[in-house]
């Protein structure tokens, strides 16, 4: 199962969201780092609606998701951009 699998299926569960994009952005960051080569799943991005975050702040969703996907960030994840959203807010994707 790859890492974004892993990632897609644990926020499924989590948040039962009703808007999901898991997005690899690791080719965009090759040669970051000497180990960063583009390849692998290293980058990811997260945009996200779930009725769980209405009533959180933006901080609160941020750690819920960083929480939830720390042994994915533990294990080698080297970055993951956030994007969360309750129903019926502006996103901009």
């Given at each position: 199962?790859?890492?974004?699998?892993?990632?897609?299926?644990?926020l499924v569960e989590a948040f039962a969201p009703e808007r999901l994009s898991v997005?690899?952005?690791?080719?965009?960051?090759?040669g970051h780092q000497p180990d960063i080569t583009g390849t692998g799943e290293t980058h990811m991005r997260v945009r996200i609606v779930s009725a769980k975050f209405t009533g959180m702040s933006r901080l609160a969703r941020h750690r819920a998701i960083t929480?939830?996907?720390?042994p994915e960030l533990d294990a080698g994840l080297h970055a993951l951009a956030v994007?969360?959203?309750?129903?019926?807010?502006?996103t901009r994707w």
């Open positions: 199962m790859t890492l974004r699998t892993r990632i897609e299926e644990k997005i690899d952005e690791s080719h965009l960051h090759a929480d939830l996907l720390k994007e969360p959203a309750a129903p019926d807010e502006p």
